[in-house]
């Protein structure tokens, strides 16, 4: 499993490249204990601070229009 603070290269098709990390990506569950924080899968974090969901294929995220970036290895969610 990936660490929160590793560093990892995204790739454009024009071959831009870009430094980000993967932060856990949590939601709420609600239990017979009540509620808690669960892990669903992850999130890209920008050098700039802004946050970007992954896309369904797990490797690769839109960081504006026409602007898909994608990872070299798939992202396991948990």
Known sequence: MLNKTENLV?????????VVSLIPFKK???????????EVGKKVLLESG???DLNLDGRS???GVNEMFRLNAHVNAV
Request: net charge positive; glycine share 8%.
């Open 10 to 18: 995204a790739k454009s098709v024009n071959g831009r490249e870009i």
């Open 28 to 38: 709420m569950q609600n239990t017979r204990d009540g509620f808690k924080w669960v």
């Open 50 to 52: 802004i946050e970007i």
């Open 61 to 63: 995220f839109y960081t």
